[in-house]
């Protein structure tokens, strides 16, 4: 590739006669997608760029690359129509030469209206409309590397391990007539570790694997096209050799050993932006999901950009990769399942981070026994295999589906989204299932692929109970689904859901309408709940000292529960500057005291201590009431 221009700035958003100045990202959602009710905007609506003709060379080739829009684009130049693309969360292009003229007129309407042919036809999420991402316009010679069907980028890294060696094939998307030659250069760092051409098996000796956060290692492939001897255009991919596989009673396995998985769901939308979102909230995710201790996410329910399966590579983040064929399933929409699958795969197969290819997340929830579902999956799991041997399939099955159920036996791995104790009153359920699933299903290894409570950091109980929608409850349900877990080790994985709350317009309990509260950490980022610090220290190297309840300030009952979450063994808790408890090292620590009218209470373990002030007051205060929650909802 010759240029790579950036084209987000300079574009008008209009509908019904009326243009506004926007700057890419953009979507039209970002406050009434995310205010309840269930109404946000779903329409066609058209936004439009001037620019003049790039700097070309003879025979040069001018490409758009859209990196999503959503759901239903369709792009014109100079008022003829040069493409059409379903789906609202893969890339796409579109080469754009042949119309290019002195001075441009590029429209592209972004349709986020329902539609019985595209997914998701239903979920617990927004659906934001508009270009949320970035779009480039790129330059390749006459004769170069280029976008490959499905826009899979320039080249593609088929990598393996061989004893201790790597062996690496690239396949090049080339734009060329006639004989051509690609020679293929392999780099650790600066250092040539490899060299051999495309299409051709080139062995890496004493390989350095992509090994998790422990050390997420990655080689670079650098491409070089050759016409007549002559160097035409260059390439490069950054990949990672690993080997992995499931095992139904030990688990997860990466590069021989066993390596547990523990982690969590991410949607990507922000309070007012929705999905367009920057670089910089993409990193602030990451390093908010590395900072809890999680070494495995599920990009949940659809593809995530490209650049955050970047940084799951580089901070040895094992992904869960899908489509968004959820909650409902659509025959007319089969064969767009199927192109988000294709796109899914060109476009993220380098990943080392992506082990799994999910193919579809709670699509029983309308129908268990539809006939073209089942075979629709059976179409998907089997594309998948075809276009990626070397990977694994799964899904997420409803909670309400039997441990027996068809969709469960389709793919090499399930999840189920769990939500005993929360939907379903009974922790205890949670064990009972799990040998329900074991006598039943002998042969697919199995995950939690969600589980949640719902947390506000305004709401709180002395009496937490579910579906009270206060931090307190929250903390208690996942320090059962911790112990839970370590009763079950031969769990493939396990998905928090969620990493951080978001916006789903449809729900309105717990006075905030519009978002989805069991994030670990709130939508604007700013608040880690408690329980977000109870994972930390079950799964992060990093220090943890936490006085649970900072939040929970004034406070009716006469004896309150004070509650500690630690990694750094014993702590003592003062009350006023008296020793009123000690623990014996425990995760959680938890004992009730006496309110007085003020109460400074301090937490300390060795070089380690947190406090807070909490008072004593005459009422419950108003700010904590909490709300029932409707127990009869299984939207999660």
């Not at 950036?6 to 243009?19: K, Q, V």
């Amino acid at each position: 590739m010759k240029d790579r221009i950036l084209f987000n700035d300079g574009w008008t958003f209009g509908r019904a006669g009326i243009e506004l100045p926007v700057t890419l990202p953009h979507t039209w959602n970002g406050t009434d997608g995310q205010d309840g009710g269930g109404d946000y905007a779903r329409f066609a609506a058209t936004y439009k760029k001037r620019f003049s003709m790039p700097a070309l060379s003879a025979g040069d080739r001018c490409v758009l690359l859209f990196k999503g829009v959503n759901a239903r684009a369709t792009v014109r130049l100079n008022g003829a129509e040069i493409c059409r693309h379903d789906g609202g969360y893969s890339a796409f292009s579109t080469d754009v030469t042949a119309l290019l003229a002195e001075d441009n007129l590029l429209e592209v309407t972004a349709d986020n209206s329902p539609a019985d042919d595209i997914y998701p036809q239903a979920a617990d999420f927004t659906f934001y409309g508009g270009i949320y991402r970035d779009v480039y316009l790129c330059i390749f010679p006459e004769k170069g590397f280029a976008f490959g069907e499905y826009c899979s980028p320039e080249l593609k890294v088929e990598s393996g391990v061989s004893g201790g060696d790597g062996v690496v094939t690239v396949r090049a998307n080339v734009h060329c007539d006639g004989i051509y030659a690609v020679d293929i250069v392999i780099y650790d760092g600066d250092k040539i570790v490899a060299t051999g051409c495309a299409d051709e098996e080139i062995v890496i000796p004493s390989a350095h694997l992509w090994n998790g956060v422990e050390d997420p290692f990655m080689y670079r492939a650098d491409a070089v096209l050759r016409v007549g001897g002559q160097e035409c255009d260059r390439a490069s991919a950054y990949f990672g050799l690993r080997t992995f596989s499931v095992d139904r009673d030990k688990g997860f396995i990466l590069n021989g050993r066993e390596y547990p998985l523990h982690g969590v769901s991410r949607h990507q939308d922000r309070p007012t932006l929705g999905n367009a979102i920057s670089r910089a909230e993409h990193e602030e995710d990451i390093a908010l999901i590395r900072e809890v201790g999680a070494n495995t996410v599920r990009l949940a329910h659809y593809q995530h950009d490209d650049y955050f399966y970047d940084l799951c590579d580089r901070n040895g983040l094992v992904v869960w990769a899908e489509i968004p064929y959820i909650s409902r399933h659509s025959t007319a929409a089969d064969g767009n399942a199927e192109s988000q699958m294709r796109e899914l795969v060109a476009q993220q197969y380098n990943h080392p981070s992506i082990c799994f290819w999910g193919i579809s997340n709670e699509i029983t929830m309308k129908r268990t026994d539809d006939a073209n579902m089942l075979r629709t999956h059976g179409r998907l799991n089997a594309l998948c295999h075809s276009l990626d041997p070397s990977r694994l399939t799964t899904l997420a099955c409803f909670a309400m589906c039997a441990p027996w159920d068809k969709t469960a036996r389709i793919t090499d791995l399930v999840g189920w989204n769990l939500y005993l104790g929360w939907y379903v009153p009974g922790l205890f359920l949670n064990d009972l299932w799990i040998k329900l699933y074991r006598l039943f299903n002998r042969r697919v290894p199995l995950c939690y692929s969600e589980y949640g409570a719902e947390g506000m950091p305004n709401i709180h109980s002395a009496k937490p109970k579910r579906f009270d929608n206060s931090e307190e409850y929250q903390t208690i349900y996942h320090e059962y689904m911790l112990r839970f877990f370590d009763r079950n080790p031969h769990l493939w994985a396990t998905y928090v859901w969620n990493m951080f709350d978001f916006g789903a317009d449809g729900r309105n309990q717990g006075g905030d309408p519009g978002k989805n509260h069991k994030g670990l950490v709130t939508f604007d980022r700013k608040t880690k709940k408690d329980a977000f610090y109870l994972y930390k220290a079950h799964w992060s190297e990093e220090p943890v000292l936490h006085l649970c309840g900072k939040r929970y300030i004034n406070r009716a009952e006469k004896r309150t529960e004070i509650a500690v979450i630690s990694n750094v063994g014993e702590v003592t808790l003062f009350v006023n500057g008296r020793e009123v408890a000690h623990s014996r090292g425990e995760k959680v620590f938890r004992c009730r005291v006496k309110l007085q009218k003020e109460n400074k209470i301090v937490v300390r373990a060795g070089e380690y201590s947190d406090e807070m002030t909490v008072f004593k007051v005459d009422a419950p205060d108003p700010a904590y009431k909490v709300t029932s929650g409707n127990s009869k909802s299984w939207e999660k």
